[in-house]
């Protein structure tokens, strides 16, 4: 059964980073882009960052760009989404998936795989 892990979630200060973490078992990844996804309390799920099947594509909602950063490590099945300069309006619970697709999506709808979310708190 594929199971995504997600963990790096946390309470932190305004102006703080931290980093998320995905890893994948039960499955290889071979032909599947990654995304990232936040959903706030009351809000609908929204998109973070996709990262193609290998890494040569990258993209990022606006809310985020150029505070965070999507990588993977193929060899241990694991893709991370770095966040630095942290604001309250990040604070969300996050989600990584996976897309049976070269390229990932803004749509979660296009999405075969979730985690179980990780939480992410910014608050002072």
């Known amino acids: 059964q594929v199971q995504l892990v997600e963990s790096g979630g946390g309470l932190v200060k305004p102006g703080g980073s931290l980093t998320l973490s995905c890893a994948a078992s039960?499955?290889?990844?071979?032909?599947?882009?990654v995304g990232w996804f936040r959903q706030a309390s009351g809000t609908e799920r929204e998109f973070v960052a996709g990262?193609?099947?290998?890494?040569?594509?990258?993209f990022y909602a606006d809310s985020v760009k150029g505070r965070a950063t999507a990588s993977r490590d193929t060899a241990k099945n694991t893709w991370f989404l770095e966040m630095n300069n942290l604001k309250p309006e990040d604070t969300a619970t996050y989600y990584c998936?996976?897309?049976?697709?070269?390229?990932?999506?803004?749509?979660?709808?296009?999405?075969?795989?979730w985690g179980q979310g990780t939480q992410v708190t910014v608050s002072s």
């Open positions: 990262l193609s099947r290998f890494g040569g594509n990258i």
């Open positions: 998936a996976i897309r049976e697709r070269q390229l990932p999506s803004r749509l979660s709808r296009d999405y075969e795989y």
């Open positions: 039960a499955y290889t990844f071979s032909n599947s882009a």
